[in-house]
């Protein structure tokens, strides 16, 4: 059995009774009901739906298993080449270890402490270089992008705007500038590298940390008003515990980039004494070409810090992302 009653708009909807014997639906002629198919059927003939499909089928995650694969197979063939011996390289390919392995740490002790080839300095200028340099941008970025999303004056959007165009200037254009500023400063090797890496990286940091602030709720800055909280108390107290994510997603992609960074090393920190890991082992490839068994140990040296830094803090990294870049 089944009753009709009437809806809202004068239609009769057939209701099933608690036996369910008749499977009638409801009317869907009315507004509300032609509103939310079309969104239905827009949903589910966008683009954005057919990438989220693609993107989610199996066929997906067979490419990207395998583009992953591909990805990682030089890395673990460098990483096997460090620890064999100069006769094993010279005779067969590092593929050959996995069936017959025989691994030595003396590639790593001889790179490490060998004397004229030691990295061990470099390795440590590498730390000194990259731990400011991205400190710095940080500190300045976070104060440039609450002023610019919480606090109103005249021009604000242009001066956003510009920041923003800024991401697109070469970096090889500035290295000369930059360079007659600081002979005419005499500033320090290590001070030359440490400004040049936080003037690149501000637009970005900027802009993710401007998105990142303005999603936060307004409420939270209206009440820290009312509570006679000023910007300094707001900044340091409300602001900064809530971008952990956004100042450690930037962090952790300016560490990478400081710490593989060649080009600004060899412009502004030349000398020996100055020299980051990456201008060492440059030279190891150009000097020791020949000799696998150190260039290798070398080489992964210097990818040890950075791959490690972005396993253990990846999550991190994606999530301060994806809030600056999402709504909602």
Do not use: C
Not at 27 to 48: F, I, N
Not at 114 to 142: C, E, H, K, Q
Not at 257 to 270: E, K, T
Request: hydrophobic fraction near 55%; avoid cysteine.
């Amino acid at each position: 059995m089944s009753s009709n009653v009437p809806d809202a708009v004068g239609h009769e909807n057939n209701v099933p009774d608690p036996d369910g014997h008749e499977n009638t639906q409801l009317d869907t002629t009315g507004p509300e009901s032609t509103v939310h198919e079309a969104k239905l059927k827009h949903r589910r003939h966008s683009a954005a739906g057919n990438a989220a499909r693609a993107v989610s089928s199996p066929w997906a995650s067979v490419a990207a298993v395998i583009l992953a694969i591909m990805w990682t197979t030089p890395t673990l063939g460098l990483f096997i080449t460090s620890f064999r011996t100069q006769e094993d390289i010279q005779n067969s390919g590092w593929w050959t270890a996995i069936l017959k392995p025989w691994f030595t740490v003396k590639n790593y002790e001889a790179a490490l402490f060998g004397g004229s080839t030691s990295l061990i300095d470099y390795f440590v200028n590498s730390l000194v270089i990259t731990i400011p340099a991205v400190i710095i941008p940080l500190m300045l970025a976070a104060l440039a992008a609450y002023a610019i999303a919480w606090t109103k004056f005249p021009g604000r959007n242009w001066i956003f705007v510009g920041i923003f165009a800024l991401q697109i200037v070469p970096l090889q254009v500035a290295l000369i500038p930059l360079q007659q500023i600081y002979n005419a400063l005499q500033l320090p090797s290590f001070w030359q590298v440490w400004l040049s890496h936080s003037i690149f990286a501000l637009p970005l940091a900027v802009f993710l940390l401007h998105n990142f602030m303005k999603d936060l709720p307004a409420e939270l800055m209206e009440a820290a008003r009312v509570d006679g909280a000023g910007h300094n108390a707001i900044f340091f107290r409300v602001i900064l515990p809530l971008m952990k994510p956004a100042l450690a997603s930037f962090g952790i992609f300016q560490f990478l980039w400081v710490w593989n960074d060649l080009l600004v090393a060899l412009i502004f920190a030349p000398a020996r004494a100055n020299a980051p890991l990456t201008v060492r082992v440059a030279e190891m490839s150009g000097t020791m070409g020949g000799q696998w068994y150190m260039l290798s140990a070398g080489a992964f040296i210097s990818m040890i810090v950075p791959v490690a830094v972005f396993l253990f803090l990846q999550k991190y990294f994606v999530r301060g992302l994806l809030s600056g870049g999402l709504k909602g």
